[in-house]
């Protein structure tokens, strides 16, 4: 096990190499000069010069390499160029906001897809399945953006059962007023394809030799659903779920610009938006970083889930 | 030779015959979805899409989206602006009107200003009260732009698959086929790509690679090859010990036409089932990209601005310009989709039944 661990760890560290060049490149050529973008447009040239210096631009480029990784390492991005807010304070008071909206809708999402997918995997072919199947095509072909438009529009303008948009400083407020519309939004959208894929799952199981001879020893139909093929069906859906993971640190960035909500997803689209590099690079490595060490788990967490795995 | 080796050889000859008029693949497949009634019907409303696209891609329709027609947020109706009623008018006053020409001022110089009124040529534009689909906040016909819309939205989703297709199939081929230290490194970027969400990956082109439609095709390729690559780097590695491979090797087929010659039409339907998944999520990556003001200019149009400017159309309850784009959407999207469907079965029909 340990040695397991200390092999991954290890071949974490050619993969992060890559994002950090990738992300430092492709801000190096392709990102425009920086000292323009800081400088304005009225900066004279003797401005940009000093804006130059600061930033290390006239150094040779393995230097710049060098203070990039070197702030990765520190956690210290320096100042973001827009609202000359620390980036690390950025983080801290950002990702509170979106974990409040996240964490629920993963949570539901979960809760909610997999008895509904078990039940129209166990009718296969009846009515049900099938209509269900149709309504989730059409379902999945709209834009996210309808859906909350419209449930923004009728739930919260028209109906005004829920506030139209946002935020206050205390969890329990924003958990009980605030988080309620968009939760129910995103789950909304994010059931039918989550229904459909679970579905596909327990119907690979379903099929198994291992399921009539559980129906044959004369078993319930719940203990053989519940017992069997969901703990056989397991290891696809924590890959599912490992996968949506790292997602919930960045947030649905549509929710938070539709609620107002001060999330760290809003944050990197108003950065990209202003050309604020340094929020956009950290918050990319970090995400990387953060998704490999989830896949790690994810793994991990497949020797829980079935003894049959081999760890290698 | 005895009769029975006779017989046998002619049976063999007989099935060789066979199987040389047997059906190609293609063949095999279009029969197998002609009989997918679901999958051939979407094929037809695809197809009328792509007809209308090409129209409105040369200028026969929608060429003046931009055109205000009609009255600010004309409502949409086919039957015409209603009657005007007749309450509450003031009668126009009738007979001459008071001659005031002798205490006013300016009246020696109407005369003057009436002829230098008449160098200048005025047309009236009449603006028609409604229109079929509606008009916007500017009373652009709704009916014109979402066609021209569908144009933009649909060729950016189309071209960023063909884009994304190329680079997976092309990164894929090489990793699969040579192995080694080319597959380690292509496996490598592989593994860049995919640690960094999505999203994020793709903001962070956006910030760098700036807007337009160009831009968008750009992004999301670069960004959406990934999973292409991984499918036929899988499939490459299957097939490049399989023995019609080996044979072509061993009359001296080099690499590259093993590659695209002879492994690549074997592998094409993984690509073409990849490919439809491909269209339809870049096309809902173009609308949202747009509506978030990182997608197209501000003087094109797609399904994304649209839905954009009919959020807050919506508060005053214009609600057309957002029917109008998400009936066009879901129609499209469910038809691609239906229709992919239909095809990975008539492909694959191991795959049948599996979602």
Redesign the interface.
Known sequence: MAAYLIRRLWQMIPTLAGVVLLVFFLFKYFGGDPAEVLGGLNASADQIKAIRQTLGLDEPVWYQLWIFVKQIVTFDWGKSWATNEAVSNLFATRLPATLTVMIPILILDVVLALPIAMWVAYRRGSLTDRSLMVVTTVALSISFLVYVIVGQYVFGFQLGWFPVQGWSDSLWTNLAVYTPLPVLLAVMVGLAPQTRLYRSFFLDELGQDYVRTARAKGMTEGTVLYRHVLRNAMIPILTNIGLQLPGIFVGSFLIEVFFSIPGLGREVLLAVNRSDFPVIQAVTIYLALLTMVINLLTDLAYKLADPRVVLK | MTPTVTAALGTAAALDNAQQQSEGVWHASWRRFKTDRVGFFSLWVVLFFIAMILLSAVGLVGKNWQDEVGVPNAPPTFMGPKPPQAVGVIEAPKGPNVDLSDIDPLAPRYKEWEERAKQFQTTETVKSETLPLGGDRLGRDVLSKTIKGTEISVFVGVMAALAATTIGVVLGAFGGFFGGKIGDLLE??Y???E???N???I???????GRGVESVVIILALTGWTGMYRQVRAEFIKHSSREYVRSAEAIGASPLSRIFKHILPNVSHVVLVRMGLLV?GFI?AE??LS????GVRVDQVS??TM?AE??SE??LGHWWQ?AAA?LF??V???AF??MADALRDALDPKLRG??
């Open positions: 490598w970027v593994n860049v790509f640690s960094i969400p999203i994020l990956l903001f962070a082109f956006a910030a760098v690679v339809v809902k609308v949202i509506y978030l003001g990182l399904w994304g839905l009919a959020q919506l508060l957002l998400t959407m879901a499209f999207v469910t989709s239906l599996l979602e």
